[in-house]
């Protein structure tokens, strides 16, 4: 399809409940990517993939936060022991490279933890 | 990593009049980016300006790139209530894999 489909759209999650956030990628865009938006601000950068490798996880929080990005699956990102300040919208976005053309958003999801 | 920071932060105007925002970076690039977000959804990408451009027309938008100032501007002519929307720059941070994207400017545009 032509859009990033992100599901679900909301999610409450209590403190220190596990959170799972998926996303289908534009079918021949090999590059995926995260990206955290807290309070409307600015767009802080979790990881990406090339198809299913890990390309740059420098963003990730290493202990709570993992993500993946499988054959014929959507790709996942999972927090494992949500905090408070987790409470965030999560975008994904695909693209055809890195960064020589634009990325297609998805229209994410808005984790709440309570 | 470095990151686009757009000025000035919010912007109102009334339907008809020209939106200017600018965005300054701090590190050489291979292109900037301008994308849109309306209120609840996720960016949509507007224009792409490579670093050897200084000028580009796409529609209502202009875009100018400085490399020697490291800044863009961002113009929307003849502005409508549906350019309501947050506009955020993105830098490729030449050396970095990923897009850096600024704080973004609000622009509320009075009918």
């Known amino acids: 399809g032509e859009e990033v489909a992100q599901t679900p759209k909301h999610l409450v999650r209590g403190e220190g409940q596990k959170a799972k956030l998926y996303c289908a990628p534009i079918k021949g865009h090999s590059y995926v990517f995260w990206y955290q938006q807290v309070l409307k601000n600015e767009f802080k950068f979790l990881i990406s993939?090339?198809?299913?490798?890990?390309?740059?996880e420098t963003g990730m929080p290493k202990e709570r936060f993992s993500a993946k990005c499988l054959p014929n699956s959507p790709c996942s990102l999972e927090i494992q022991a949500t905090k408070l300040e987790d409470s965030a919208v999560y975008f994904c976005a695909s693209s055809q490279s890195v960064t020589g053309v634009g990325y297609t958003f998805g229209s994410g999801t808005r984790l709440t933890v309570v | 990593s470095q990151q686009g920071e757009e000025d000035p932060q919010a912007l109102s105007i009334q339907e008809g009049e020209n939106a200017t925002m600018n965005c300054s970076y701090k590190t050489s690039i291979n292109n900037l980016q301008w994308y849109r977000q309306n209120s609840g959804r996720g960016l949509v990408h507007l224009i792409l300006i490579r670093s050897n451009e200084r000028e580009k027309h796409s529609g209502r938008l202009r875009v100018t790139l400085d490399t020697s100032k490291k800044s863009s501007s961002l113009l929307i002519t003849a502005s409508r209530a549906a350019d309501t929307a947050s506009y955020f720059c993105?830098?490729?941070?030449?050396?970095?894999?990923?897009?850096?994207f600024g704080k973004g400017n609000q622009v509320v545009v009075i009918p």
């Open positions: 993939f090339q198809n299913e490798n890990v390309f740059d």
């Open positions: 993105a830098t490729d941070d030449d050396g970095n894999n990923r897009l850096a």
